[in-house]
């Protein structure tokens, strides 16, 4: 089974910085396209960013400009770099893996445990 796991999280103040990583296993890696969501408490879980198997990238508008996703192949790693952080952005953050089948994105894929991310005003 494919097996997401984060770090990176934690306490940061406002205006700062934090680099979210996610290493995966149980997979071949460069096969999927990976996203970064977040949950913050009372709200909907939304997606954050999203980098496909060609390194294609999406944002969300809250995290253009400020937020930069990436993955290394070798590594078996995505990061998200997260700069010029907000008390918004405080939430859960949980690494996905898709499905890894081009055609079958639409079915559900792995999600890491997810990860801790405060910023305090």
């Known amino acids: 089974q494919v097996q997401l796991v984060e770090s990176g999280g934690g306490l940061v103040q406002s205006g700062g910085s934090l680099r979210l990583s996610c290493a995966a296993s149980?997979?071949?890696?460069?096969?999927?396209?990976m996203a970064w969501y977040r949950r913050a408490p009372g709200k909907e879980r939304e997606l954050v960013a999203m980098?496909?198997?060609?390194?294609?990238?999406n944002y969300a508008d809250s995290a253009k400009g400020r937020f930069a996703i990436s993955r290394d192949n070798a590594k078996n790693t995505m990061y998200l770099q997260m700069n010029s952080l907000k008390p918004e952005d405080t939430a859960v953050y949980y690494c996905?893996?898709?499905?890894?089948?081009?055609?079958?994105?639409?079915?559900?894929?792995?999600w890491g445990q997810g990860i801790q991310v405060t910023v305090s005003s």
């Open positions: 980098i496909e198997r060609d390194y294609s990238t």
């Open positions: 996905y893996a898709d499905q890894g089948e081009p055609g079958y994105e639409s079915v559900p894929g792995s």
């Open positions: 149980g997979t071949i890696f460069s096969l999927h396209n």
